[in-house]
């Protein structure tokens, strides 16, 4: 089973900014892609952020409005979601998932189900 570890929440004042690393320890293979959702307060867990392995394609969510950047590092075999201005609406506990290769897949991949795999979640707490 392919194991991912989130981290780098925590609590920030709003117009902060975090670093949430993703990491996928003891895998050399590389799967799809690996993305981001977040669940906050009253709402359904909902897509952020994707990126491809082979490619390095990347799609956002809309809230984003240009505030996140999702990237990854072959070498550490880890996804990063980056966070600035961050705001009090952003905070929830935030998810990693990857999605093995398929056919027949479509761009972008912004359903949970496809998503294979999912960390336990960090959480992240953007105070006014």
């Known amino acids: 089973q392919v194991q991912l570890v989130e981290s780098g929440g925590g609590l920030v004042q709003a117009g902060d900014s975090l670093r949430l690393p993703c990491a996928h320890p003891?895998?050399?293979?590389?799967?799809?892609?690996t993305g981001w959702f977040r669940q906050v307060p009253g709402k359904e867990r909902e897509f952020v952020a994707t990126i491809t392995w082979i490619g390095g394609f990347t799609y956002y969510a809309d809230f984003v409005k240009g505030r996140f950047t999702i990237s990854k590092d072959n070498t550490k075999n880890t996804v990063y979601l980056q966070m600035d201005s961050l705001k009090p609406d952003d905070t929830g506990v935030y998810y990693c998932?990857?999605?093995?290769?398929?056919?027949?897949?479509?761009?972008?991949?912004?359903?949970?189900?496809?998503?294979?795999?999912w960390g336990q979640g960090t959480r992240v707490t953007a105070s006014s």
């Open positions: 998932a990857t999605g093995l290769p398929r056919s027949g897949r479509s761009w972008p991949p912004r359903n949970r189900d496809e998503y294979d795999y």
């Open positions: 003891g895998r050399t293979d590389r799967p799809y892609g």
